[in-house]
């Protein structure tokens, strides 16, 4: 069997072989997330998954708290930048370069929007230890809940 797949031109898959490979990396439920998630559910809180914290908005966040309003989010070190560990890719460094400002700026634009909104925005790194993050989230949680009123 030949492989007689090319890319559309101007596409961001440089080869089949790296298009299957982009196309198998999970957008959600990632090991991290997973962990992070058993831990804090582990601790007594409940929240949702993969949600809009404010329904206009086209983004969804790992976690959130909605009758606190927290949201959590858990960033991998190279689609979102990570200061210590992303490294600028080899292949087609212009596209995914550009890509990785654009998630960024994405995120700035997020924080800023949900923390206009009265959100408590909370952002790990993949490589953070798990139980750390979700004793900070549970903490976070626990006594914005302790600050409502009534």
């Avoid at 993969?50 to 329904?55: E, H, V």
């Avoid at 790992?62 to 949201?71: C, E, G, N, Q, Y």
């Avoid at 460094?93 to 960024?104: F, I, L, T």
Wanted: with cysteine; glycine share 4%; hydrophobic share 35%.
């Amino acid at each position: 069997m030949t492989n007689d797949w090319e890319p559309p031109e101007g596409s961001w898959a440089s080869s089949a072989a790296r298009r299957l490979n982009m196309q198998a990396i999970r957008s959600r439920d990632t090991k991290p997330e997973r962990l992070i998630r058993r831990l804090v559910h582990a601790s007594g809180l409940r929240y949702r998954v993969a949600a809009r914290p404010l329904p206009d908005l086209r983004r969804t966040a790992d976690l959130v708290f909605r009758p606190v309003k927290v949201a959590v989010f858990i960033d991998g070190c190279y689609w979102h930048g990570c200061p210590e560990h992303y490294v600028p890719p080899k292949t087609n460094p212009g596209y995914w370069s550009e890509k990785v400002a654009r998630n960024m700026a994405r995120d700035r634009d997020t924080d800023e929007r949900l923390t206009e909104a009265g959100w408590l925005v909370l952002r790990f790194w993949e490589h953070q230890d798990s139980a750390a993050c979700a004793l900070s989230i549970v903490n976070t949680v626990r006594e914005r809940r302790h600050a409502l009123p009534g």
